[in-house]
């Protein structure tokens, strides 16, 4: 049973980083009706990004103020930068060509995602990076006969806590019902002066910025990065957007966690399920896609009276 209970945390933590990173593809979709190739690869560009931070910038606040400033300041840099980043991507890539289709625009998508690896391979090389072992906290606690890595609660709570940020943010805000009504109609949201671009600015902002954060805990946890690891979370975070309801914020959450934690409960109890893990993720959406195509929660429509 203490087996178990392990393996469902360690699923619930990596399924928390397929739901940070699958809510930006669930935000993006909603407003702009587009996958967003290139966010697997912001997700990339985010571990990198703390990595960095990590290995130039830490050892300074560590110093001065002590080991987990360090680590927050590691993912608060990696969410503004991201963001940054982010932005500038829907300014280069997607604005240009708005009016010329939906084509176009995955094929634009395509193409970021493709710069935006070559790019993270050229400045840091095509070798695995690995996270500086001094400035990432190694100590653990007891809870329930368990032995949890204190890294790992936090990360675990610091994820949950933003993704409820995020619900409260697009479900109870006045800003976020403006995101909403974009979602559903941007016509008629324009009509009722809904200033869209700003919308459309504040989900390619802030999706990057959550794949960004969500990259440097991933980093933190699996201590080794790789420029071309993007591709295989954006995948998974997209299957998770696709099994909760895609354009459906709790849909995104829910489904990000439910994917984390079946793999790896099938991953720990399947003789050989390690090596099958990525196959287990694409034989849940092909049977979502047979059996519940609008996921678990459905997927928001506007409602025709």
Same mark, same amino acid.
């Given at each position: 049973? %203490? +087996?178990?209970?392990? %393996?469902?945390?360690? /699923?619930?933590? =990596?399924?928390?980083?397929?739901?940070?990173?699958?809510?930006?593809?669930?935000?993006?979709?909603? +407003?702009?009706?587009?996958? $967003?190739?290139?966010?697997?690869? !912001?997700?990339?560009?985010?571990?990198?990004?703390?990595?960095?931070?990590?290995?130039?910038?830490? @050892?300074?606040?560590?110093?001065?103020?002590?080991?987990?400033?360090?680590?927050?300041?590691?993912?608060?840099?990696?969410f503004l930068a991201n963001a940054g980043a982010g932005v500038l991507v829907e300014r280069m890539a997607y604005r240009p060509v708005y009016r010329a289709g939906r084509l176009p625009l995955v094929v634009s998508a395509l193409g970021m995602s493709i710069f935006l690896q070559n790019a993270i391979m050229a400045?840091?090389? &095509?070798?695995? %990076?690995?996270? &500086?072992?001094?400035?990432?906290?190694?100590?653990?606690?007891?809870?329930?006969?368990?032995?949890?890595?204190?890294? #790992?609660? *936090?990360?675990?709570?610091?994820?949950?806590?933003?993704?409820?940020?995020?619900?409260?943010? *697009?479900?109870?805000?006045?800003?976020?019902? @403006? *995101?909403?009504?974009?979602?559903?109609?941007?016509?008629?949201?324009?009509?009722?002066?809904?200033?869209?671009? #700003?919308?459309? !600015?504040?989900?390619?902002?802030?999706? &990057?910025?959550?794949?960004?954060?969500?990259? *440097?805990?991933?980093?933190?946890?699996?201590?080794?990065? %790789?420029?071309?690891?993007?591709? $295989?979370?954006?995948?998974?975070?997209?299957?998770?957007?696709?099994?909760? /309801?895609?354009?459906?914020?709790? /849909? @995104?959450?829910?489904?990000?966690?439910?994917?984390?934690?079946?793999?790896?409960?099938?991953?720990?109890?399947?003789?050989?399920?390690? @090596?099958?893990?990525?196959?287990?993720?694409?034989?849940?959406?092909?049977?979502?896609?047979?059996?519940? &195509?609008?996921?678990?929660?459905?997927? #928001? =429509?506007?409602?025709?009276?």
């Open positions: 049973m %203490q +087996v178990f209970f392990e %393996q469902l945390v360690n /699923g619930v933590m =990596v399924g928390s980083f397929y739901a940070l990173v699958a809510l930006g593809y669930s935000m993006v979709y909603g +407003v702009m009706k587009l996958i $967003n190739f290139a966010h697997g690869d !912001l997700f990339t560009l985010g571990s990198y990004l703390g990595y960095t931070f990590l290995v130039w910038g830490a @050892a300074w606040i560590t110093e001065r103020a002590g080991l987990w400033w360090g680590v927050l300041g590691a993912i608060l840099f990696a400045i840091w090389g &095509p070798r695995f %990076q690995v996270y &500086p072992g001094g400035l990432v906290p190694t100590a653990s606690l007891r809870f329930l006969g368990l032995s949890l890595p204190l890294l #790992k609660v *936090v990360i675990l709570f610091l994820s949950l806590g933003v993704m409820f940020v995020m619900y409260w943010i *697009v479900e109870k805000t006045e800003f976020g019902a @403006a *995101v909403r009504a974009t979602a559903l109609d941007r016509e008629m949201a324009t009509l009722l002066g809904i200033d869209v671009r #700003k919308v459309i !600015l504040f989900v390619f902002a802030l999706g &990057p910025a959550l794949g960004g954060m969500a990259g *440097v805990m991933n980093g933190m946890y699996y201590r080794s990065i %790789q420029f071309s690891m993007g591709w $295989n979370y954006g995948l998974k975070a997209f299957t998770a957007t696709i099994l909760g /309801g895609i354009g459906n914020i709790p /849909g @995104a959450m829910v489904g990000g966690v439910l994917l984390g934690v079946v793999e790896t409960l099938l991953a720990g109890y399947v003789p050989g399920g390690g @090596a099958w893990k990525d196959g287990f993720t694409f034989l849940i959406l092909i049977l979502v896609l047979i059996f519940r &195509p609008t996921g678990i929660l459905g997927e #928001k =429509v506007a409602e025709k009276v």
